[in-house]
């Protein structure tokens, strides 16, 4: 589990170098600890919709590809 106010910054990846998934189709967190996480929701647009509701304001300023 992340906390929420951990997130820093939020921007959409393709890299290959976490263990294998599904999708390529990821988005990489960057945490306060400078720590990198990729992660691969099942729908990014809701999974950064959630993030805003909940006050992540880096969710809100996610490039679109």
Known sequence: RIPLAAIRSIKPSRSMASAPALSLDRLELELDTG???????????????????AGVAAAGRVPSR
Do not use: E, G, M
Not at 35 to 47: E, G, T, Y
């Open 35 to 53: 720590r990198k996480v990729l992660i691969s929701p099942d729908d990014q647009s809701a999974f950064l919709s959630a993030l805003a509701r």
